[in-house]
């Protein structure tokens, strides 16, 4: 894999380090359209690669709060 296809996963800053996390790896929306997460405690597990804009439109509505987490 090249530099721009494997993923720089992260947590939130808003995380508490508690273990019941997602990761999200924002590197692969410019090149490859897609921005994958992953469970923290499963690394290994599966990975839901979504679109880019349907997350980033996920991310608006909970800025907005028309969803709640």
Do not use: Q
Not at 20 to 45: F, M, Q, W
């Amino acid at each position: 894999m090249t530099a721009n296809s494997s993923p720089r996963w992260f947590t939130s800053s808003y995380s508490s380090n508690g273990g019941a996390c997602v990761e999200v790896a924002t590197n692969l929306a410019p090149a490859h359209g897609i921005v994958p997460v992953r469970d923290s405690k499963v690394p290994g597990g599966a990975v839901l690669r979504l679109p880019a804009p349907a997350f980033a439109a996920f991310l608006d509505g909970v800025k907005s709060g028309d969803l709640t987490v």
